[in-house]
C-alpha cells in the first residue's frame, strides 16, 4: 500500500508540474502571439505613414509642376517677390460672395527704386467652370503701394467678388504685371475660412 500511496502522490505532483507548465507555456506562446500582433500593427501604421508622406510629396511635387502654389509660398521676380498668406470667404448674397487673400510683397528690385504695386493685375478662375473674377487690392497705405521704397516689405488684402457655391476649393488666384508677367503661376486657395 505503502508503494501505491509513493505512486499516486508521484503522479500527483507530474500532473501538476506539468500541468504548470502547460499553462506557463500556453501564457508564453499568448504574449508571444500579442507582441507579434502589435508589432505587425505597428509596421502596417509605419508603411501606411510612409505611403501617406510620399502621396503627399508627389502631390507637392505635381503643384509645382504645374506652377501652382499653396499659402506661404512665394514666386521671385526680377522686381518682387510675392506670396499669399491665407484667403478667407464671406457671403456677400444670395448669389455671390466675397473672397479676401492676404498678399505679402517685399521689392526687390537691384536699381534700388521704389515699385508701383498698382500695376498689378488679379483674377481668381474657378478651374472647373472657367469663370474668371478680378480682384481689387485694398492697401492700408496707399503712398507705399504706389512707391514702395526697395527692400521694404508690404501685406494688403485683395477682394475678389465671386459667385456662390458650395464647392470653393477650385478656385485659383493668378497676380499678374506688365513688368513681371507671371499669369501661368497660381495659388491654389483650398480651405478657404469661411467667416
Request: hydrophobic share 30%; net charge positive; aromatic share 8%.
Amino acid at each position: 500500500m505503502k508503494v501505491f500511496t509513493k505512486t499516486t502522490c508521484i503522479s500527483v505532483t507530474i500532473a501538476t508540474m506539468m500541468t504548470a507548465c502547460g499553462t506557463d507555456t500556453t501564457v508564453n506562446s499568448a504574449n508571444k502571439a500579442e507582441k507579434v500582433q502589435i508589432i505587425n500593427a505597428t509596421n502596417g501604421e509605419k508603411i501606411r505613414n510612409e505611403k501617406i508622406l510620399e502621396q503627399e510629396r508627389n502631390k507637392g511635387r505635381r503643384r509645382l509642376e504645374e506652377g501652382i502654389l499653396v499659402y506661404g509660398q512665394g514666386i521671385k521676380g526680377d522686381y518682387s517677390t510675392k506670396s499669399i498668406q491665407e484667403a478667407t470667404y464671406k457671403e456677400s448674397n444670395k448669389n455671390f460672395g466675397i473672397v479676401t487673400a492676404k498678399i505679402q510683397v517685399k521689392n526687390i528690385r537691384k536699381d534700388k527704386k521704389p515699385y508701383d504695386l498698382s500695376e498689378f493685375k488679379y483674377f481668381v478662375r474657378d478651374s472647373k467652370t472657367g469663370d474668371t473674377f478680378k480682384g481689387e487690392a485694398i492697401p492700408s497705405s496707399l503712398e507705399e503701394f504706389e512707391n514702395l521704397p526697395s527692400n521694404t516689405t508690404i501685406k494688403y488684402d485683395i477682394a475678389f467678388k465671386v459667385k456662390k457655391k458650395d464647392n470653393l476649393n477650385n478656385n485659383y488666384l493668378y497676380i499678374d504685371s506688365d513688368i513681371e508677367p507671371s499669369s501661368r503661376i497660381s495659388w491654389h486657395l483650398n480651405d478657404l475660412t469661411k467667416r
